[in-house]
């Protein structure tokens, strides 16, 4: 008897405590939404994984059928501009939570790399401000978390699994987990009126794909409108249509989403968000500074706030979630977030042009893929011997007409992304001919800079920096990039490129010491004496110098502390 009334007390008090709290924080901090309708909302950021804008109902796709993301847009607001600050996953996961460019992140810019400390993100801001942060599916990463306890888009949930298609195939390539009912478990585990943050990371539709579930979900190839940039052959659209296929089955998780929200009686309180990490994982998409690797999907929904049917123009970056998040949670928006909240896009009725700035867009790359990946080009006498790859380094500026490109090191060659086994890039092999352009456009060496007018040249192949009538613009967008780039203080433009050199990221994915430890895409939390030994002995069996070592090490527990 006296434990049962001791526990019923313990937890009223608790409950007591948790409200206080949560008053003395929202009291204690500047409530930018005093006066939204909805106080304190809740927040569930929906990521695909490789996913470009044009692939969706929304967006005008016609292969396939996307009912329950057009749903959402019908109810919500469509922005038709959005891009990701890179190309690639972890940097583009990086600067979504941190609302900072990716090439202000250091180590948090590389795929495998790891996101130092002293950068802070959204989902910390709003958990020390009382929500209750957590995930699900592919989360930040790849990367090592290295001194951070837990992967920063909150805390995992995973073990419930699905098997989605088990009459179907024998072997699925779409993941087996549940994203809604892991969301559900989140749900119950939370304190009774406790505002949340859950991120929801899909892991579709990345590569690889299962043979015949285009097939099997019916997308129509002859429907697939295929970029000007690839040969249209049998082949690229079977591949589409694959990815397609994975789209479709994203959408009905994002329908089983909106049901565990009705379940709970807070889909009223809750902004959602769907969006992507980067573009189609496909030549001259991922990977690269073009519309079709940096140009996502985003659509919001917040019942109580945003006006349906709207369609925004002005163009926006994934770099404005993070503000946005703690606008709409009554925080004050730290001063080292470059992106910008979107609160007055959402508390609008008005369709179109909202703001009357001229806002230009910038993104970034370092590397993506191993400095081993021209070996199979060069194999194929696509490429000379001495080719370089793995390093791809640039820069963009997006105005609403203009993108221009920097690509800082020239002389190697593009093509590290998604390499082995990418049929499309057969495919760009097999048809090549001289005046298709097909290699030259993804394959084959790029000029310094890149200029492109997209209202004529939509797919961006056109390139106009070596033509006199464009001076003017395209001096215009280089000073302006390098302008922004030495503002925000980018490595690469400030004297300070060799920082990326010193990123351990090979130790914990590809596979080349025993010392094997995190399990791939979700980081690991490697104990500190721990992953300075392996290291250490990487570097050691490898006949790496002693002073890069040194630097390496030193830099890293730096950071670590």
């Not at 008897?1 to 204690?28: D, E, G, Q, R």
């Not at 057009?70 to 939570?97: Q, Y």
């Not at 590569?207 to 940039?229: C, D, G």
């Not at 919001?300 to 993070?322: C, G, K, M, N």
Request: proline content about 6%; glycine content about 6%.
């Amino acid at each position: 008897m006296y434990p049962y009334y001791t526990s019923f007390f313990l937890t009223k008090l608790y409950s007591y405590i948790f409200t206080l709290v949560a008053l003395i924080s929202i009291h204690t901090c500047l409530y930018a939404g005093d006066k939204l309708p909805v106080h304190r909302p809740n927040i569930v950021l929906i990521i695909a994984d490789d996913a470009s804008w044009q692939h969706f109902g929304t967006y005008g796709a016609k292969a396939l059928g996307t009912p329950n993301i057009d749903k959402m847009a019908e109810h919500g607001v469509v922005f038709e501009n959005a891009f990701a600050s890179s190309s690639t996953c972890t940097p583009s996961r990086s600067a979504i939570l941190t609302g900072r460019n990716s090439f202000e992140l250091e180590d948090g810019m590389l795929l495998n790399g790891y996101l130092p400390k002293k950068f802070n993100t959204y989902t910390a801001i709003l958990e020390g401000a009382g929500y209750k942060i957590g995930s699900t599916g592919k989360g930040w990463g790849p990367g090592g978390l290295y001194g951070r306890p837990k992967n920063p888009v909150g805390t995992p949930y995973t073990y419930l699994k699905k098997n989605y298609y088990r009459s179907e195939f024998d072997d699925s390539s779409v993941s087996a987990i549940n994203y809604a009912g892991n969301f559900n478990n989140f749900l119950f585990d939370r304190h009774e009126n406790q505002p949340f943050a859950f991120w929801i990371g899909f892991h579709e539709p990345h590569t690889p794909y299962t043979e015949s579930f285009a097939a099997h979900r019916k997308i129509e190839p002859l429907a697939i409108q295929v970029p000007t940039f690839y040969p249209e052959t049998d082949t690229t659209r079977s591949v589409i249509a694959s990815y397609l296929a994975e789209i479709e089955h994203l959408d009905d998780q994002v329908g089983a989403v909106f049901k565990v929200l009705e379940k709970h009686n807070e889909l009223d309180n809750t902004l959602i968000i769907f969006t992507s990490d980067n573009g189609m994982p496909f030549p001259r998409a991922k990977g690269n500074l073009y519309d079709h690797g940096l140009r996502v999907p985003l659509v919001a929904f917040w019942s109580e706030v945003i006006s349906p049917q709207r369609r925004v123009d002005d163009l926006v970056s994934l770099t404005d979630l993070a503000p946005t998040f703690v606008d709409i949670a009554g925080l004050r928006i730290p001063d080292q977030m470059s992106g910008q909240s979107l609160l007055d896009f959402f508390r609008t009725d008005k369709s179109g042009k909202i703001r009357s700035d001229s806002r230009k867009i910038f993104a970034g790359t370092e590397r993506h893929g191993k400095k081993s990946a021209c070996k199979l080009w060069s194999m194929e006498n696509v490429l000379p011997d001495d080719a370089k790859c793995g390093n791809y380094p640039g820069r963009s500026i997006r105005s609403n007409e203009y993108l221009l490109i920097w690509n800082a090191m020239p002389d190697n060659f593009p093509i590290a992304t998604d390499v082995k086994g990418n049929l499309i890039k057969k495919e760009i092999v097999k048809e090549h001919d001289i005046e298709n352009g097909y290699i030259a456009f993804n394959i084959e060496k790029r000029p310094e800079f890149e200029l492109y007018h997209l209202v004529t040249d939509t797919y961006a192949v056109k390139n106009l920096s070596f033509d006199t009538t464009h001076d003017a613009k395209f001096n215009q967008m280089k000073q302006e990039l390098f302008d922004y780039l030495r503002e925000r203080m980018d490595p690469r433009v400030i004297g300070n490129p060799s920082l990326w050199d010193f990123t351990p990221e090979f130790i914990l994915h590809q596979g080349a010491t025993d010392f094997i430890y995190s399990s791939r895409g979700q980081g690991g939390n490697i104990p500190k004496k721990r992953l300075l030994k392996m290291l250490d002995t990487y570097y050691e069996e490898h006949g790496y110098d002693q002073k890069y070592k040194t630097k390496v090490l030193d830099r890293l527990e730096e950071n670590m502390n």
